[in-house]
């Protein structure tokens, strides 16, 4: 599993890399590789106001769909407009190419409900015992 460490992340499985005020979003790799071969993402509006823990996304693969998460809230400012047509990056590069949206996040002491990446591959380690 990979987890990179300048990286937090929720119970749910969505990470979230900060650079200054902006925020880029996705699923973590064990999210994708648990969902498998994705085949569809449904993204939140640029401009569109998020809550944290409030529902923003969907993801659609051949097993399953699941909700996203906004892992902190704020303001969409971007989306990743790749994965209309390759959603499979989220599968391939799921930290880099296959990120959701950036959002210009808009209160520093939420995220101190998110997890380093030591923690979180703990949570996921007692999720698979």
């Not at 590789?33 to 051949?62: M, R, Y």
Request: net charge negative; charged share 20%; hydrophobic share 40%.
């Amino acid at each position: 599993m990979n987890t990179p460490k300048n990286i937090l992340y929720t119970k749910d499985h969505e990470w979230v890399r900060i650079e200054g005020k902006i925020a880029y979003v996705g699923i973590t790799d064990y999210a994708a590789h648990s969902l498998g071969d994705i085949t569809f993402v449904e993204l939140p509006k640029i401009g569109e106001v998020l809550k944290q823990s409030a529902f923003c996304a969907t993801v659609e693969s051949v097993k399953a769909a699941s909700d996203v998460y906004a892992p902190l809230s704020g303001k969409v400012v971007g989306i990743n407009a790749q994965l209309a047509t390759n959603p499979e990056l989220i599968n391939q590069s799921p930290y880099e190419q296959g990120y959701f949206f950036s959002m210009e996040f808009s209160n520093e002491a939420e995220k101190a409900n998110l997890m380093d990446a030591v923690a979180y591959q703990k949570y996921v380690e007692g999720l698979t015992k």
